[in-house]
């Protein structure tokens, strides 16, 4: 039973009879294992809160008849959908009330999807922030574990001799094998960790570029409808001034024959194709 009670040794002990660069490196490992818990808790309550808010904007962007008719504060925090609508409507303000031909929703298109696709790299930047910690831990980690080892084993090679006893090999034994099992708790779960908050990235990316190209839809079929309706108003405004032109010459003086103007305006051409 005494040589049991001897026998029986905490955590405490080993660390006590570690050398100073041993007790180093442990504490270095202790350090990187509560960043990367840290880092993981952290990154998966953004991804949570991320996604929780990209949807409710989703459902609410689902009851709004206008996407190019929406106003955002200027504040950064948006949510990421949120931030592609609001650099599209931007791009599209730039354009307001010169969209008559398709050749103009055209070219305002082409900056609406610039802008999209600089909203989307931004918001990926957002998205895999952390994720280059947990990478360096997970590859790190082992590493410095074997740092640690290592020195453990030189120690002890150091302190055999013919007259070695335990209390003279235990430093270098118990540096090596303390580190290295801090080590592995720092890259097992940094690494399980990783993976799922990568998998998480790459499901949220996809969704991202899902929900830029069927916004990119939603605005050119907005913006082709607005197009068309300045084109029959511009028509409308065409034939009152030319009515107003008729009526405001003398009577009995003759007057040039003008085209009758057609009763309904002449479509242009791709509408059909649009439409």
């Known amino acids: 039973m005494v040589v049991l009670a001897e026998a029986e040794k905490g955590a405490v002990w080993y660390f006590k009879q570690m050398d100073a660069a041993g007790m180093a490196v442990a504490a270095v ?26 949807h409710a904007f989703e459902r609410r962007l689902r009851d709004e008849s206008s996407v190019v008719a929406l106003n955002f504060p ?52 957002k998205y895999e922030d952390k994720m280059v910690l947990l990478s360096s831990l997970v590859s790190g980690g082992p590493f410095l574990g074997l740092l640690g080892t290592v020195w453990g084993i030189m120690v002890t090679f150091g302190a055999l001799t013919e007259k070695a006893s335990i209390a003279q090999l235990a430093p270098g034994v118990c540096g090596a094998l303390v580190t290295t099992t801090l080590g592995l708790l720092v890259a097992i779960p940094a690494t399980f960790g990783y993976n799922y908050l990568l998998t998480q990235v790459k499901i949220m990316s996809t969704e991202l570029d899902n929900f830029a190209s069927s916004l990119a839809d939603r605005v050119e079929l907005e913006l082709e409808g607005e197009a ?44 059909e194709d649009a439409r």
Not at 29 to 51: N, P, T
Not at 94 to 103: D, Y
């Open 29 to 54: 490992l202790v350090v990187c294992s509560l960043i990367g818990w840290g880092a993981m808790i952290q990154k998966w309550s953004d991804i949570h809160e991320l996604r929780r808010r990209n």
């Open 228 to 271: 068309r309706r300045n084109f029959d108003q511009q028509q409308e405004r065409e034939q009152l001034r030319r009515a107003a032109a008729a009526a405001a010459q003398p009577v009995g003086q003759p007057t040039a024959a003008a085209p009758l103007a057609p009763e309904t305006p002449p479509s242009l051409p791709g509408w």
């Open 74 to 125: 200027r504040t950064s925090n948006l949510a990421p959908y949120e931030f592609l609508v609001a650099e599209a409507v931007s791009a599209v303000q730039r354009h307001k009330g010169r969209l008559v031909r398709p050749s103009d929703v055209t070219l305002c298109m082409g900056h609406v999807e610039n802008a999209v696709q600089r909203a989307v790299s931004r918001t990926m930047v």
